[in-house]
């Protein structure tokens, strides 16, 4: 998708491509401590934290990607990169009406303003499909929740950080112009 | 609040898109990647992409076809048919794929639905059922494109892939396949009211309002179509089409008033 945007994209493999790198995203699929483990084992991290929270590049995390921006998840045993205050949460519907994975298209409510979503207040929907959800330790950090038995944060930022957990590069247009605000106005 | 997502399945055969009757008579519909394209560009919810002769054959996913239909789209994307073990599905992930289908294999060797699951996540691992009505109406469990008898019943089956971790179940009536004679919605509910994943219906849908029924009678939280967004008319000539956005709009109303918040 980010071909189709025209923007200018690679997979990072060493601390080279990391560092000359002006936006970073981590998307991710798979179960918490897969990922965090991949991360690990990748050698980047120490690199990663020093592009994203001392040289402060703006970096996006979808899906898992987000995830791994909190402190612990109930779905493995590995900490996670604790760079927003929050924690990852299984849901748990009490009514079999609500479907676990939330699995599908769901809308957001904006809670904070953010660059990342444009001041018109239009329709706008996002393919989710995950067991687990972000709960942010402080609301002025949740630019967006989402309604799935209960609400849980959809979107979280701190300053450069943002954190999606759905997946805008398959959210037709509605992702694009996401990846879009984010490239150009971050 | 959640919408009811709506999703062609589109079945290949070599590298041809066809669409069977009953699982049989696999008639030829055109290239599929054309067909997906398409699709994209009318914003389907979801496609699911099926090799229907891969197991049969024993010759694995066609990769080479499945990462240029991956390259084509940017809408969610599974893809199932011929996958033997976790490397398979490693790859299918790597080619951008978001879920995978397992059906065949998970009767041989159920325990690659628990390392998939572990290492990918639930939400990644659709398990597709096939389920014919034999004499007496009790429904049965096939394999291998309707031409295997499997011996769990359908409601163990449910159980043991729901515990292992299939995050999501497409539930198949082979003896609906490409009639377009609207869904078996007793079978729908008699699954969805037992799993608490998501349960794709499919087989039989032929007009929107099958699909209306599929969500509100059966419970499903999906429903999949092959004829209905590839043919035209009683003649099944070749027309790819997907609903119009008051269609899917009408859906996500029918699920509201189901699951009123």
């Known amino acids: 998708m980010l071909n189709a945007i025209g923007v200018k994209n690679q997979i990072i493999d060493s601390v080279e491509t990391l560092r000359v790198s002006d936006k970073l995203i981590l998307p991710g699929v798979g179960s918490f401590d897969h990922g965090m483990s991949n991360l690990t084992n990748s050698g980047l991290t120490n690199a990663l934290e020093q592009a994203v929270l001392e040289r402060k590049v703006p970096f996006l995390g979808i899906c898992l990607g987000a995830q791994l921006l909190t402190s612990k998840s109930e779905e493995g045993v590995i900490p996670g990169l604790n760079w927003i205050e929050a924690k990852t949460i299984r849901f748990r519907p009490k009514d079999l009406d609500i479907k676990v994975p939330h699995m599908g298209w769901n809308t957001v409510t904006i809670k904070n303003k953010s660059k990342l979503f444009d001041d018109k207040a239009d329709f706008k929907k996002y393919y989710f499909a995950h067991n687990y959800y972000i709960r942010a330790t402080s609301s002025n950090q949740v630019i967006a929740t989402t309604d799935h038995g209960n609400l849980f944060d959809s979107v979280i930022q701190k300053d450069n950080i943002i954190g999606v957990q759905f997946h805008p590069e398959k959210s037709h247009r509605f992702g694009m112009k996401l990846l879009e605000n984010f490239i150009t106005r971050f | ?261």
């Open chain 2, 1 to 261: 609040m959640l919408q009811t997502r709506v999703i062609p399945i589109l079945s290949l055969s070599g590298s041809g898109l066809v669409k069977t009757t009953q699982f049989k008579n696999p008639q030829y519909v055109g290239d599929c990647r054309n067909a997906v394209k398409i699709f994209n560009e009318k914003e389907v919810d979801e496609l699911c992409l099926l090799d229907i002769t891969a197991t049969l054959n024993n010759s694995g996913p066609n990769f080479d076809l499945i990462s240029e239909i991956a390259s084509e789209a940017f809408v969610p994307m599974s893809y199932g048919g011929g996958i033997r073990n976790i490397q398979d599905i490693i790859k299918i992930f790597e080619i951008g794929f978001d879920k995978v289908v397992l059906n065949s294999v998970l009767y041989k060797s159920p325990e690659l639905l628990k390392s998939a699951a572990k290492q990918f996540g639930e939400q990644s691992i659709i398990v597709s059922i096939d389920v014919r009505k034999n004499f007496l109406g009790k429904y049965i469990v096939y394999s291998h494109g309707g031409s295997q008898k499997q011996k769990p019943n359908l409601q163990k089956h449910l159980e043991d892939i729901q515990r292992i971790g299939a995050g999501e179940i497409l539930i198949n009536s082979i003896d609906r396949d490409g009639m377009r004679c609207g869904l078996d919605t007793k079978l729908i509910k008699s699954v969805s009211s037992k799993i608490s994943a998501p349960v794709i219906a499919c087989g039989g849908a032929g007009n929107f309002q099958h699909l209306k029924e599929a969500i509100t009678v059966g419970y499903a939280s999906a429903v999949a179509a092959g004829s209905m967004f590839v043919f035209h008319g009683k003649h099944r000539a070749v027309l790819i089409s997907y609903l119009k956005s008051n269609e899917l709009e009408e859906i996500s109303q029918s699920t509201k008033q189901l699951f009123p918040l």
